[in-house]
């Protein structure tokens, strides 16, 4: 299966961000869960990719600061090892990402079971820094390795019946051990409509800071979302469906009046417990991290026009 990717100007990974924020090999072996990290990314990575050495950086890059690799890595959401921010770092590190297959179904004229190499290996890899921003009211922004999830989908050649794209989490106890807790309903399951998964935006990661992608980050491919909610950008993925009708998806399912379906980031529409109108920026200062809440996160020029004429406090 090829996957076109849309071409740019071709740079070393190293000229795309300084090396001295994340090569530091030192500090990066002092700390236990970097260790981990290490390991992982020896035992997953094909033998034709060590650490994506070859990198495009993306037209749609945000030029905000990055954060750093820790907060990056110490600080986020990953129910399936713990429902603390802190939980996923210390819980994943036994985590194995390989081998690794994505099953693709419904309506699509090429499915199939695929090894994760035959995602990567034919993509040229791009470095996109996207800012994350989650439903709590906190936001990071986050140097992304990986590829057009558009050019991916195209590849299995959706139906016209292809309305809806559904994702899904990986469902194994022995290595997830969050899954044990009946917090969520599992297998973990997010989904798009079939034009907001066509936009350029949607990304899929394997790597971050031109590393492969750590387990707590959702190793060893994710979605990436950069106009919605953090929660709509699912990790792990095993399974893509495409489907006729709307699928249900896990935060939708448990808690329906707080976690919508489209789940875009929206200041006017405030979660039921708190508002959106303004987000706290991880790894600044107390007295500096709190900014407005941009309408689509900042994104607004690239999908607006995917919701001309719908309702965003009815379909949020």
């Known amino acids: 299966m090829s996957i076109i990717i849309q ?9 795309i961000t300084p090396k001295s924020i994340y090569l530091d090999r030192r500090r990066f072996m002092q700390q236990a869960v970097a260790t981990s990290v290490l390991l992982t990314a020896d035992a997953m990575l094909p033998a034709w990719a060590k650490k994506w050495p070859e990198l495009k950086h993306s037209p749609y890059s945000s030029s905000d600061k990055l954060n750093s690799f820790e907060d990056i890595t110490t600080y986020n959401n990953f129910y399936e090892f713990g429902t603390s921010k802190k939980d996923p770092h210390k819980n994943a590190t036994k985590f194995n990402p390989r081998p690794w297959s994505i099953t693709v179904e419904g309506e699509c004229e090429k499915p199939g079971v695929f090894d994760l190499e035959d995602f990567i290996k034919p993509a040229v890899l791009e ?11 906190w936001s990071m922004v986050i140097p992304w390795v990986g590829f057009s999830l558009a050019d991916m989908l195209k590849g299995f050649e ?18 997830m051990p969050g899954q044990k807790r009946r917090v969520l309903r599992w297998p973990y399951t997010e989904g798009l409509r079939i034009d907001e998964a066509m936009n350029e935006l949607p990304f899929m990661a394997v790597g971050l800071y031109g590393e492969v ?23 792990s993925i095993v399974k893509i469906r495409f489907t006729e009708t709307q699928p249900q998806t896990t935060w939708n399912v448990t808690a329906p009046k707080e976690y919508g379906f489209y789940s875009n980031v929206n200041p006017t529409v405030d979660h039921p417990r708190w508002s959106q109108k303004k987000e706290r920026v991880i790894g600044l200062p107390f007295w500096q991290a709190k900014r407005d809440t941009q309408i689509f996160n900042g994104y607004a020029k690239q999908v607006a026009h995917l919701y001309d004429g719908m309702d965003l406090n009815k379909y949020f």
């Open 7 to 15: 071409k740019s100007s071709t740079i070393k990974s190293s000229e």
């Open 127 to 137: 470095e996109r820094i996207y800012r994350l921003r989650c439903v709590e009211g």
């Open 158 to 175: 959706p139906t016209s019946k292809a309305k809806y794209v559904e994702f899904t989490t990986l469902l194994d106890e022995s290595r």
């Open 213 to 235: 992608l750590p387990n707590q980050n959702g190793a060893p491919i994710r979605l990436v979302v950069p106009w919605k909610y953090g929660y709509k950008s699912i990790k």
